[in-house]
């Protein structure tokens, strides 16, 4: 312990930086002490002893030193306290709640007792080696469910489809197919002599009723995103502007070797951080940069200069671009300001979850999350809708669509 800063302190005021990472560091809001807690010592000096020297600030993705090394009674747990809940976010292979509420308990757990099989069978073949460790990883993951089972060291917060569409008012509009037999994901519904996706489906019944339908979902948001904001984002005023360095997005995605793209972004870029660092900024931007006397004008000018922004978000493609520019055109400038301001806040949390389609007709327009038999939402469409209840304001409703059988 460093004596000579806080010779008195018992950190009872302490922030976890970055509830991510797997071993956490805390800054004392007292005495301005980092360190981690004792809790996590023997691991990590065994596993992760190139982690211990310094943290990453979840908000600010500054790099922030340790100074104090492990204390006794740091985490909330240690204290008596409940764990904070840090669920990571669902990726293939990690989308049940065990596995992304629990991600640092079972990489512990394996780890440690994979290491444990490796000094104890030293001459065992890779074959060997790699079914024993996926025999651990499924004992660990076992044992991970019967603790939660028992004692759950966390409640999952996470509220189902039924109480976010009761919670957030929204509209279900039920609609009813006929589904194919053996269908795969894609086509599924019959129309007449077709097979159709539940989108198509769902387009032309709103096509039958007077809209007009644009089929959306994420990108053209981050489209207009990048083309909108990247004279702020990547502002040559802001200190935390750096030159990063990514794969070229269309020979990537064209399978051929392509040149790095260098492009500036600040070091906290999507954080909610970055809203209210750049607070004045963005409030610039809006007022001065953004004049409604002709959007498409701007967007259109600004595709270019965007480019490299836009291929870092992967908003590159030329039909995402169309769709982007003529979300623009539907919508009243206004709320496509509301929009941007909402993404330009915390990007990373609320860059994913947008509704599939867009209906407009004569000044009215609304957007279509469709939901097929069986398709529930997803986590981010959940944190969309509570986020547009609460924050955009934006007409929305669900088509769910109904087996007929
Ligand atoms: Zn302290
Ligand atoms: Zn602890």
Known sequence: MNERNAPSCDHADRTCLNQHE????YRCNDCGAV????????????????????????????????THGFQPAICSECRGLQADPAPAAAIPGRTSKIKRY???????????????????????SDDERRSAHEKIERTVLEDIKALHASAPKYTFAEKSQAEVIVQFSVEVEALEATYAKGAKKGAQIVSGDEVISPEEFASRHY?????????????PFHVLFGAMTWLLIQGYDDPLC???SFGDRVAFEE?????????????????KGYGERRANAIDEHFDQMLLDDDPLWLFDYWLEPSEGLRQYLWAHRP??????????????????????????????????????LLLYRQGEFKFVEVKSSNDKLSEEQKSWIGD?????????????IHKIT
Not at 22 to 25: D, E, V, W
Not at 207 to 219: I, K, Y
Not at 391 to 399: C, G, N, R, S, V
């Open 102 to 124: 629990y991600w640092r308990e079972l990489f512990f757990a394996e780890r440690s007792a994979q290491a444990d099989w490796d000094v104890e069978h030293p001459d065992a």
């Open 207 to 219: 096509a039958a009723q007077g809209w007009q339908v644009l089929r959306l979902e994420s990108v």
């Open 35 to 66: 360190m981690m807690c004792a809790c996590d010592e023997a691991f990590g000096r065994r596993f992760l002893a190139h982690q211990l020297n310094e943290g990453c600030e979840l908000e600010t993705q500054e790099r922030i030193t340790v």
């Open 319 to 356: 039909e995402d671009v169309a769709r982007a520019r003529r979300l623009l055109e539907i919508l009243p400038f206004e709320t496509t300001k509301a929009i941007l301001r909402y993404l330009v806040e915390g990007y990373w949390d609320r860059y994913l979850g947008w509704p599939d």
């Open 255 to 271: 399978k051929r070797p392509g040149e790095m793209i260098w492009t500036h972004l600040p070091s906290d870029f999507g954080s």
């Open 242 to 244: 750096q030159m990063v």
């Open 388 to 400: 547009n209840h609460d924050i955009l304001k934006l007409p929305f409703a669900i088509a769910k």
């Open 22 to 25: 797997l071993i956490r560091k």
